[in-house]
């Protein structure tokens, strides 16, 4: 029996090797001679998809006895990695390719169609978006690094569990604090409440849209003030309600979040974390449905919120300032004098949501109301809009 | 055009269903009359795979143009799910269905194989394992409430990024502070470092183990001190170094990890938290390639850490308590005096991590050195045995 110090640590490695690890061997094809890299949505190792100088993307899957595999990019026809979904061309070694055009910078969600079946890229993370895990892949967009990692002071995000008696469950919270929140331990902060969008959760903003980096390097420059950042899950039950599938019962999962917000969430906040308890050092924001619960709840509330951001919100139809929103928009003397920002935000690249926000926006100037109009050129309804949303949105907070 | 207030909401949620969300459909037949529950490792609103009763558990996968779809068992034929690979059976909607005989309880990672391609199930949440987001299901312990969100106050799960100076790369740790860290501000607190798994990552211990559920519910009985516990991925490699695939590299892939955890990771927790920072107030304790990388550092550095667990941790072919470690085992007074607490697991249902770690306890035994064996009656290689595991461990630590 061998006795040396290497040759148990080998012998044992090799075990867990074969009994729990592996790089992802759905793309065998290693042999990369150009200048494309991993992208950093990919798994730890993951060597596709492969992003190229140029933003093309190459993905690869390996499905030997599949008659079709298909590239599905998210967003319904508008996303920034192409609006088709591409066919795959197989190889002799039973993996399938494709290399997309260039793509818009940002992050976007795909996935495989494997003889018709969805199915995700193993060299993807996943990210919660369409009610499941999904993956997506991240294109860099030159010249700009406001999201990254820098070496800069960086806050925490925080996961924080609280039962809410509205739904009757334990919900999942993550929770922003800045980088100063441990030392400073005297001093109490603004809170923004910023919500993901349909089908995301509260992992969206950290995970897909790298929240936490904005922050930092925002508050590190100076540009934001230090605040909390608090994102839940836009979807909440009230208790004994039951939901069946489809969109008829989408009402029913999202019903009970206005009274889990103000009822069962700030109170968890005020509680547990040192904040600035009132409306003019509170925020609330959020994308596309979260934008819609934004404006439906901080409208709604504006003893409780003084800044309001909707990012790439829905459209809403007929709307008219004078009515919407139980006529909160009537009086713009007052409204303006009560509310310190209305943001309303939307990419170029998303048509119906850009139209509709800037019809929104024209009808509010119209009617005198002050409020932001932010368009975020060339993207569409996904997470580079909202993270520029974001940048833009968070330095004019509690300014008041 | 209509104006009351429903009509445009409704309107705008359809537009954002149609775009993003749905719930899974991979699973078309909803009606369940047996007394089975979806599994709480499910997806929000998941209602596949479903835990009956007796434990036995429904999985469902729609692929009508599959020719032969598989349920397959993480754990290499280990698993409380059962050994053996299921073939499932299509039924005329194209959904393919199996239900497997009772499942121990615990978390079992899964996929299926659809014509041989490993994919996930669309149901279930994704956990990082085999270097792979990864399906799971949650068979709850008839009795054991330990690892539950119960009614008692609750740490946070912090999520925190660090520069390695040793690989050059930010890196991403989990840190637990318990519910008093944010009040108690003068109090400094011990450390547990622990560590996850092969083919896993630093959102291990949380997503799969509920190590903050744990803790909660043992600090808020008295029965554990306490303490942060952080949580970083074990994989690290130097700068400089490239990987290919497979085990060949995969000393490469874990070669910087020692370097890390004492020259960034400790320095980066002791800077910008709250600890006690001196080897009586340090633990390392890690599951499987993680218990034997917590036996190595520890070992290795009994200047830093007097609290040591492995849980699981691999064989250790030729173990000889005389030579191994560099000897340190070889004076046994003086290993007593300096190590507060050896702990060896495994549980009874990992035949091979099962006899390696008792023979191993049962040689240090023999030459005299203090240790804890302990077993946990008929799980395997899973992480039920490490939750029992770290609920018996964590009240050991930190009374010197």
């Known amino acids: 029996m061998r006795r040396n110090r290497t040759s148990p640590l080998i012998l044992s490695l090799a075990l867990l090797t074969a009994l729990s690890c592996h790089t992802p061997t759905n793309y065998a094809r290693a042999q990369v001679t150009d200048d494309s890299q991993p992208a950093t949505s990919n798994v730890r190792g993951g060597q596709y998809p492969r992003v190229h100088s140029d933003s093309r993307v190459t993905f690869q899957f390996k499905a030997p006895a599949a008659q079709k595999v298909q590239l599905q990019p998210g967003g319904g026809g508008e996303s920034g990695l192409g609006s088709r979904t591409l066919d795959m061309t197989k190889g002799d070694d039973g993996v399938w390719v494709v290399t997309t055009p260039p793509a818009v910078p940002g992050f976007h969600y795909y996935w495989f169609l494997v003889d018709g079946v969805q199915v995700n890229d193993p060299g993807s993370e996943t990210y919660f978006g369409y009610g499941r895990p999904t993956s997506a892949v991240e294109i860099p967009e030159k010249g700009a690094d406001y999201y990254e990692a820098k070496d800069v002071p960086h806050g925490d995000v925080r996961v924080r569990w609280y039962h809410s008696k509205r739904t009757g469950q ?205 368009e975020s050129k060339g993207t569409a309804h996904e997470w580079q809009t909202w993270r520029r949303d974001l940048y833009e949105f968070a330095p004019l907070l509690f300014h008041d």
Request: with cysteine; net charge positive.
């Open 170 to 374: 334990w919900r999942r919270a993550y929770v922003y604090t800045p980088a100063e929140y441990d030392t400073r331990t005297r001093t109490r902060y603004p809170v923004l409440y910023l919500q993901h969008g349909a089908g995301e959760d509260e992992r969206g903003w950290t995970n897909q849209g790298r929240m936490n980096f904005i922050m930092d390097n925002l508050i590190a420059a100076g540009k934001a003030k230090p605040m909390l950042v608090v994102m839940d899950c836009g979807y909440a039950m009230k208790a004994g309600v039951s939901v069946g599938t489809g969109q008829q019962n989408f009402m029913a999962q999202i019903g009970g979040f206005e009274e889990v917000v103000l009822n069962d969430l700030i109170p968890t906040i005020d509680t547990n974390y040192r904040t600035l308890a009132n409306r003019k050092t509170r925020a609330m924001a959020g994308l596309s449905m979260g934008g819609f619960q934004a404006l439906q709840i901080a409208l709604g509330h504006l003893d409780t919120f003084a800044y309001i951001g909707a990012f790439s919100s829905p459209p809403r139809p007929g709307f008219d300032a004078k009515t919407a929103y139980n006529g909160v928009f009537s009086d713009a003397k007052k409204f303006n004098k009560s509310v310190k920002l209305l943001w309303l935000g939307a990419g170029t690249g998303e048509k119906g949501f850009y139209a509709s926000t800037k019809a929104m926006h024209e009808s509010l100037d119209t009617a005198g109301i002050k409020n932001i109009f932010y």
